[in-house]
């Protein structure tokens, strides 16, 4: 199975300050077909999972630009321009291209 | 609009056979994959397996052994089945659609004597 390493486990951040979230892959997520699965959700205390970035760098509707990714083959980042209160929580990578599917540990966002 | 609903019981004795359903509307699951996601209290996500379009599964390869997915087209509902259940099987257990941009509310699951 792929395994997805996401570094830091626990992130802080000041307001308006600029974060980036690291995830790994074991093997390398390009599909057969061209395209690369590996999104990005955010899970705010309390609530469901929301998909912020969908294969690799395409944001999700709704979603505001402070958050981008990038990345290609097994290293990929998620980047948040000027952390907002509403961006707290634990943001985890998950990968679409090999079965079984898989997710990052996950990492929390939290004020300083 | 797209919405994803679980249901089942709350409590669950071990060794016992855990059954639930994830109610869709808005989109077809002939169309569509469901996947099912769990949660244990206080951790991460753990991906447990899916039922594609055409109504193949896949499943986690830890619980592959004790793990059913099924799905009702005609009432729009997809099952999970999990049977010897342990208490590290209590969690949240979550729907979600393909692509991971709609989830359904979570049910929580706690296997206790």
């Known amino acids: 199975d792929v395994v997805l390493t996401q570094t830091p486990p626990t992130l802080s951040a000041t307001i308006g300050q600029s974060v980036s979230i690291s995830c790994r892959s074991s093997?390398?997520?390009?599909?057969?077909?061209?395209?690369?699965?590996l999104h990005w959700l955010l899970q705010r205390p309390g609530q469901s999972p929301q998909l912020l970035i969908y294969?690799?760098?395409r944001l999700e509707s709704g979603v505001p630009n402070r958050f981008s990714g990038s990345g290609s083959g097994t290293d990929f980042t998620l980047k948040i321009s000027g952390v907002e209160a509403e961006d707290l929580g634990v943001y985890y990578c998950v990968q679409g291209t090999h079965a079984p599917r898989t997710f990052g540990g996950g990492t929390k966002l939290e004020l300083k | 609009q797209v919405q994803l609903k679980e249901s089942g019981p709350g409590l669950v004795q071990p060794s016992q056979t855990l059954s639930l359903t994830c109610t869709v509307s808005g989109f077809s699951l002939t169309s569509n994959s469901v996947h099912w996601v769990r949660q244990p209290p206080g951790k991460g996500l753990e991906w447990v397996g899916a039922?594609?379009?055409?109504?193949?599964?896949d499943y986690n390869s830890a619980l592959k052994s004790r793990l059913s997915i099924s799905r009702d087209t005609s009432k729009s509902q997809v099952f999970l089945k999990m049977n010897s259940l342990q208490t590290e099987d209590t969690a949240i257990y979550f729907c979600?659609?393909?692509?991971?941009?709609?989830w359904g509310q979570g049910t929580l699951v706690t296997v206790s004597s």
């Open positions: 294969s690799v760098s």
């Open positions: 979600t659609r393909s692509g991971f941009a709609y």
């Open positions: 093997q390398s997520l390009l599909h057969s077909n061209g395209n690369t699965y």
């Open positions: 039922i594609w379009s055409g109504g193949s599964t």
